[in-house]
T-cell receptor, first 114, second 111 residues
Framework: DTGVSQDPRHKITKRGQNVTFRCDPI?????LYWYRQTLGQGPEFLTY????????KSRLLSDRFSAERPKGSFSTLEIQRTEQGDSAMYLC????????????FGPGTRLTVL | SQQGEEDPQALSIQEGENATMNCSYK?????LQWYRQNSGRGLVHLIL?????REKHSGRLRVTLDTSKKSSSLLITASRAADTASYFC???????????FGAGTQVVVTP
């Protein structure tokens, strides 16, 4: 257990539905990252926050995706109008505010879109 | 898309043997990190090596970095069944720390 928690751990939804995932980082970490991982591949960067500010979004993050970190603590990732291609593991990670610090990953939320 | 390659894609060894996996990348880095992932679980950080470092050790793990060849290697000595996992190298290329992962090496250690 790294101290980063994610909820839910599994989500099954029907195509077209909206889903929201939550990430609680390690409390003193002001950087928070979202990644997506498909089967047999490494994680791919989606977006990250420094405190409450969203500083970069990957081109993988279409308009259907939105992420927030309203008080600089927990973060949510919402996918609207889910598609089967959204099926993946969504990983959250947090770190201290230095590039040369390791990231601590949560257990992930596995999304299955039927 | 993946920004580098791990080699081999899969590795099967017996307990007690050493396991070596390599990582190549294309762009300059601030640091390179190795992570382990057990099946269906989150990633666990193993070692971070900075661009001005050439070698680091942590327990049974040894990481080397050759920036001129844009490559890194992870050596696990005296492997154990519990080392069975996927191993990923991840490049940090900017000051914000976002990571670019390869596709990983799947290691199976048999008793």
């Amino acid at each position: 257990d790294t101290g980063v928690s994610q909820d839910p751990r599994h989500k099954i939804t029907k195509r077209g539905q909206n889903v929201t995932f939550r990430c609680d980082p390690i409390s003193e970490h002001n950087r928070l990252y979202w990644y997506r991982q498909t089967l047999g591949q490494g994680p791919e960067f989606l977006t990250y926050f420094q405190n409450e500010a969203q500083l970069e979004k990957s081109r993988l993050l279409s308009d259907r995706f939105s992420a927030e970190r309203p008080k600089g603590s927990f973060s949510t990732l919402e996918i609207q109008r889910t598609e089967q291609g959204d099926s993946a593991m969504y990983l959250c990670a947090s770190s201290l505010e230095r590039a040369e610090k390791e990231q601590f990953f949560g257990p992930g939320t596995r999304l299955t879109v039927l | 898309s993946q920004q580098g390659e791990e080699d081999p894609q899969a590795l099967s060894i017996q307990e007690g043997e050493n396991a070596t996996m390599n990582c190549s990348y294309k762009t300059s880095i601030n640091n390179l990190q190795w992570y382990r992932q057990n099946s269906g679980r989150g990633l666990v950080h193993l070692i971070l090596i900075r661009s001005n470092e050439r070698e680091k050790h942590s327990g049974r793990l040894r990481v080397t970095l050759d920036t001129s060849k844009k490559s890194s290697s992870l050596l696990i000595t005296a492997s154990r069944a519990a080392d069975t996992a996927s191993y990923f190298c991840a490049r940090s290329t900017d000051s914000w720390g976002k990571l670019q992962f390869g596709a990983g090496t799947q290691v199976v250690v048999t008793p």
